[in-house]
Nanobody, 127 residues
Framework: QVQLVESGGGLVQAGGSLRLSCAAS????????MGWFRQAPGKEREFVSQ????????MYSDSVKGRFTISRDNAKNTMYLQMNSLKTEDTAVYYC????????????????????WGQGTQVTVSS
């Protein structure tokens, strides 16, 4: 059993910053690719960012590139999303996701590439 728990969401003014955390328990996910998705009301869950298990490769959606930074600490089994210069359109429930350990070559922007999901944390950006 693998559990993912997000934290760090909240209310922030436009231009501000938040740092989300995703803690894994039950089994270490050192060799799992991990990512963040978000879902706003009335919209589909969309890809935000991904980090490879090694931490040496990252990718971002065009909407957050240059503002968000993904990182991970495998020793702590934790992933982070530093969000700067937040915009009102960033308002959404943010979900942490992890792929099956050892799998490679899956499309990182698709939900199907990830096996484990957290419960989500609300991020609200006010104008």
């Amino acid at each position: 059993q693998v559990q993912l728990v997000e934290s760090g969401g909240g209310l922030v003014q436009a231009g501000g910053s938040l740092r989300l955390s995703c803690a894994a328990s039950g089994r270490t996910l050192t060799r799992s690719d991990m990512g963040w998705f978000r879902q706003a009301p009335g919209k589909e869950r969309e890809f935000v960012s991904q980090i490879k298990w090694s931490g040496l490769s990252t990718m971002y959606s065009d909407s957050v590139k240059g503002r968000f930074t993904i990182s991970r600490d495998n020793a702590k089994n934790t992933m982070y999303l530093q969000m700067n210069s937040l915009k009102t359109e960033d308002t959404a429930v943010y979900y942490c996701a992890a792929g099956q350990e050892g799998t490679i070559g899956l499309p990182p922007t698709r939900r199907s590439a990830y096996k484990y999901w957290g419960q989500g944390t609300q991020v609200t950006v006010s104008s």
